[in-house]
């Protein structure tokens, strides 16, 4: 009985089971029913029931994206042999590659490094901070997938409003030693200011408060600048989120084969992308900054900067007790940025690697000159496309991962000949086979893989599909 206590059992909706085997079976039935040259109705039968299995989620969405490949090929519109090969292509491959270096960053902790690092520089009040997590998110978002940019913020900025409340919640007084505060010393150790020994007079209470309405839609705001942040840094790269895949295989297939098509590779979609999601998220920072914090946005140079005219001058009380309280949120961070120490062995090898797949990227085929892949493909004897794409050099330096050791190979003595009795521990890599099995989402490229199976089919047997004459 104690045994049955322990266990937890999981029910699926009843709904969902029959729901499901409906739309299966009924599917299976139209294909096979409706004559065999009217491919745009079979295809239209397809979009419907892979669409309806999708939005009411009664199956996994990566197993409902091979439905497409079943029905189509069961109702005569496409071979099976041809479909097969719209699930893992060229965009499939580069999405891939791109998820192994996003996961080897994941592990080494770089990312909480970065972030850390410039909310450091940006944590000097409030419409500052929103600014820094709002532009540390977009910046981590552009290599990262949109979940895990949030999902390793999100805890960053809790710890970071939680200092905040305890701020608001208590009186700060004298050398804000009260409530686990740093002392004025740790103020001078990180270049902030040192006025707490002379202004202690308006800080002598001991009352405490709660929270005020304002601090809470601040909140609020902060948070809102993560998501928005991820999003709009989604759009600057090629590989910053899914459906820029999508948009690329649409892109290669309608017009890669013409001999005057443009090319799109990494390059070319920064030089419009990039400019124009830099200035979305600066709109929408101010945009969030009015609306959460309006109070500090007027306040922003005063913040960093202390003016000329105040130079010789007492500061009011209400603003050297406002530079105490972010001189604190700044202490603590700064503080979580030391707990990681010094840069190790694999955060440079993966600025390294990230840096020069990013310049090959760039110069894979620019237009002012020739490219690396354009000098391959007249070494090859020439031709209308390229042999090498955006896929290769990312499938290239993510796989030295698997072999670049997580500990610096050149660091202390090289034996090749251990002593009898020594005992060797195997060295990690900087990537292995059971983070990428944890970390990789293997239904994104299964749900990618429906999509151009999908629109595979509508390109070749329903031409006019988007039309409303047959419908």
């Known amino acids: 009985?104690?045994?049955?206590?322990?266990?937890?059992?999981?029910?699926?909706?009843?709904?969902?089971?029959?729901?499901?085997?409906?739309?299966?079976?009924?599917?299976?039935?139209?294909?096979?029913?409706?004559?065999?040259?009217?491919?745009?109705?079979?295809?239209?039968?397809?979009?419907?029931?892979?669409?309806?299995?999708?939005?009411?989620?009664?199956?996994?969405?990566?197993?409902?994206?091979?439905?497409?490949?079943?029905?189509?090929?069961?109702?005569?519109?496409?071979?099976?042999?041809?479909?097969?090969?719209?699930?893992?292509?060229?965009?499939?491959?580069?999405?891939?590659?791109?998820?192994?270096?996003?996961?080897?960053?994941?592990?080494?902790?770089?990312?909480?490094?970065?972030?850390?690092?410039?909310?450091?520089?940006?944590?000097?009040?409030?419409?500052?901070?929103?600014?820094?997590?709002?532009?540390?998110?977009?910046?981590?978002?552009?290599?990262?997938?949109?979940?895990?940019?949030?999902?390793?913020?999100?805890?960053?900025?809790?710890?970071?409003?939680?200092?905040?409340?305890?701020?608001?919640?208590?009186?700060?007084?004298?050398?804000?030693?009260?409530?686990?505060?740093?002392?004025?010393?740790?103020f001078e150790m990180n270049g902030q200011i040192n006025e707490d020994q002379e202004d202690q007079s308006d800080l002598e209470t001991n009352?405490?408060?709660?929270?005020?309405?304002?601090?809470?839609?601040?909140?609020?705001?902060?948070?809102?600048?993560?998501?928005?942040?991820?999003?709009?840094?989604?759009?600057?790269?090629?590989?910053g989120t899914p459906p820029n895949?999508?948009?690329?295989?649409?892109?290669?297939?309608?017009?890669?084969?013409?001999?005057?098509?443009?090319?799109?590779?990494?390059?070319?979609?920064?030089?419009?992308?990039?400019?124009?999601?830099?200035?979305?998220v600066i709109f929408g920072w101010h945009v969030l900054v009015l609306m959460y914090a309006r109070r500090s946005y007027f306040s922003i140079f005063t913040t960093i900067f202390k003016p000329l005219c105040c130079k010789n001058k007492v500061l009011p009380a209400h603003v050297i007790k406002d530079r105490k309280k972010w001189a604190y949120i700044n202490n603590t961070i700064q503080l979580e940025y030391k707990k990681l120490g010094p840069f190790r062995f694999p955060e440079v090898v993966l600025l390294t690697e990230m840096g020069v797949l990013v310049l090959f990227w760039l110069l894979r085929s620019p237009s002012g000159f020739p490219g690396w892949a354009d000098t391959h493909l007249e070494m090859m004897g020439g031709g209308a496309t390229h042999y090498l794409t955006d896929a290769w050099i990312v499938l290239l330096i993510s796989l030295t991962l698997f072999l670049i050791p997580n500990e610096n190979p050149f660091r202390g003595r090289v034996i090749c000949r251990p002593p009898p009795g020594t005992k060797l521990v195997r060295s990690k890599r900087l990537l292995s086979h059971e983070v990428v099995m944890k970390k990789t989402p293997w239904d994104v490229l299964f749900i990618l893989g429906g999509g151009y199976a999908i629109a595979y089919g509508c390109k070749v047997r329903m031409e006019f599909v988007l039309s409303y004459g047959y419908w």
Do not use: Q
Request: charged share 15%; with cysteine.
């Open 245 to 280: 895949f999508v948009f690329k295989g649409f892109f290669d297939r309608t017009y890669g084969k013409r001999a005057d098509a443009p090319t799109l590779d990494y390059g070319t979609w920064m030089s419009f992308a990039y400019p124009i999601s830099f200035l979305i």
């Open 207 to 239: 009352s405490v408060k709660e929270a005020s309405p304002e601090f809470e839609w601040f909140c609020k705001g902060l948070i809102l600048c993560i998501p928005y942040g991820a999003s709009i840094g989604g759009i600057a790269t090629l590989t």
């Open 1 to 186: 009985a104690k045994e049955d206590e322990d266990v937890v059992y999981t029910v699926l909706p009843k709904w969902k089971t029959v729901f499901g085997l409906s739309v299966i079976v009924i599917s299976i039935i139209l294909v096979l029913s409706l004559p065999v040259k009217s491919s745009e109705a079979k295809a239209g039968v397809v979009i419907g029931a892979t669409a309806l299995l999708w939005i009411t989620e009664a199956m996994p969405l990566m197993i409902t994206a091979l439905l497409p490949a079943i029905l189509f090929s069961l109702g005569g519109v496409i071979k099976m042999k041809e479909i097969s090969s719209e699930y893992f292509n060229d965009i499939s491959m580069l999405m891939l590659a791109t998820f192994f270096m996003a996961a080897s960053v994941e592990e080494s902790n770089l990312h909480r490094r970065i972030a850390l690092k410039i909310l450091s520089l940006l944590g000097r009040g409030e419409a500052l901070l929103m600014l820094g997590a709002m532009l540390t998110t977009w910046k981590l978002s552009m290599f990262l997938s949109n979940t895990a940019t949030c999902a390793m913020m999100l805890p960053i900025i809790s710890a970071i409003i939680e200092n905040l409340r305890k701020l608001e919640n208590s009186n700060l007084r004298g050398n804000l030693v009260r409530n686990g505060m740093p002392t004025g010393s740790e």
